[in-house]
């Protein structure tokens, strides 16, 4: 079992910063990666950024450039960079972890960005 919290979901205005984290617990040992989504009401889930349990990323290219993923593995958690933010960006922000055979969600955070 997998136990994911996010935090740092805000009201911020377009132009600013936010960055979010999602700290794991439990049997953290079984993660292969971790990703952030995001999900707006009636809308598919959709990948914002993803990283290996390396330090591989992926990051979707309505982000690129204003967006970047990272980890910290002593504290199990990882990180949304999130800069230049626009109207459009505001939504709820979904973390996942990955193991074999599973998907562990958080509850998810969220990121409004006022224009």
């Known amino acids: 079992q997998v136990q994911l919290v996010e935090s740092g979901g805000d009201l911020v205005q377009a132009g600013g910063s936010l960055r979010l984290s999602c700290a794991a617990s439990?049997?953290?040992?079984?993660?292969?990666?971790m990703a952030w989504y995001r999900q707006a009401p009636g809308k598919q889930r959709e990948l914002v950024a993803a990283?290996?349990?390396?330090?591989?990323?992926n990051i979707a290219n309505s982000v690129k450039g204003r967006f970047t993923i990272s980890r910290d593995n002593t504290k199990n958690t990882i990180y949304l960079q999130m800069n230049r933010l626009k109207s459009e960006d505001t939504t709820g922000y979904y973390c996942?972890?990955?193991?074999?055979?599973?998907?562990?969600w958080g509850q998810g955070t969220q990121v409004t960005v006022s224009s």
């Open positions: 996942k972890a990955v193991v074999p055979d599973y998907n562990y």
């Open positions: 439990g049997s953290i040992s079984s993660i292969n990666a």
């Open positions: 990283i290996t349990s390396g330090t591989a990323t």
